[in-house]
């Protein structure tokens, strides 16, 4: 016979429903919970080249609750298009009942946890939270980290570099629209020596920084996710290394950091930001250079928290179904 059951039909959110649901310091947060459970799973992601140059990313990962998988192409002949060059969406599950709860706009995710991430990191590793701030790079992940620096950490003096100038000018507006006072810089090099807080987060085809910074700085690289790709000179790294700290995201940086790993950099003895939340805090001396490349188990965190704020809204509405709002709790 037919079971009579009817699955609580699952959500498709677009980027603006799925970012409402991702508030900066609650979504690092919930990284930082991902870290601290035991009952996560994040197997290797799988990367597989499409024909015309693109790449195709499955990444799935669950924990005792949720099961998800993101599924995004990056399509960098997009680039200068109306098309973005990354597309695709997270899907959720319940794990108990392998029903689809919810369709979170995959882009969007990818933004906001890899700022997300470089917050977290940030709360725990910056000397001087506060910047000024120097971001190089001013595409989605500009937009992303200005957001989740001024929101999360009160940033409130932000400087932009960008090969492109009107991209620059608009990411320092969206700065000025969240409080902070923003210009667009023309030497980001020469801001090295200004800003504290630096983010790159380029497409990483070619080093776009080489000048150490203060003493006192905090770096997070985000752009380059490859042995081949890098965004910081060899240099650069070296001289973090031998003054400071280097904190990788995950233990996957091994193979994929390539700032790193073209500086001769040992990336297997570095300690990650699960190290750094669970073990005894590094010591702040000398900058710091967070290298993010980027994991599943952080688009978990933002499914998590997607689904318990979805839940918590519905039941607010008195709309809940099949699925109460208590069982997506973090452990």
Known sequence: MPSSHRPEPSRTLDAAATAALLPWTALADEIAAVLR?????????????????????????????????????????????PRPT??????????????????????????????????????????EPQGPLLVVGAGVQGFAHVEAFVQGLGVRDVRVASRSAASAEALA???????????VVADAEAEVRHCPLIVTCTPAHSVVLGTPPLADAFVAAVGAYTPTMAELSPTLCRH?????????????????????????????DLPTLGDV?????????????????????WD????????????????????????????????
């Open 37 to 81: 459970d035991a009952s996560v799973l994040v197997p290797a992601r799988t990367v597989l080249p499409l024909p015309l140059g693109g790449t195709l990313f499955v990444m799935p990962a669950t924990d005792s609750r949720v099961a998800m998988t993101k599924l995004i192409t990056l399509t960098p002949a997009n680039a200068g298009t």
């Open 86 to 127: 990354i597309q695709g969406d997270v899907l959720v599950f319940d794990v108990a009942t392998g029903e689809r709860r919810l369709v979170l706009d995959g882009p969007t995710i990818t933004a906001r946890r890899t700022a997300a991430a470089s917050l977290l990191a940030a709360r725990h590793l910056a000397q």
């Open 173 to 183: 507006q969206h700065a000025r629209t969240l409080g902070a006072k923003a210009r």
């Open 240 to 268: 973090i290394a031998q003054h400071g700290h280097i904190v990788v995201d995950t233990p996957d940086a091994r193979h994929e950091a390539g700032d790193l790993l073209q500086a001769g950099i040992d990336v297997a």
């Open 277 to 297: 939340l669970q073990g005894p805090r590094i010591q702040r001396t000398g900058p710091v250079l967070f290298k993010s490349c980027g994991w599943a188990g």
């Open 300 to 331: 978990l965190a933002a499914a998590r928290l997607a689904v318990r704020a979805h839940d918590h809204a519905r039941a607010a509405a008195g709309t809940v179904g099949t699925a109460e709002p208590h069982q997506w709790a973090t452990p």
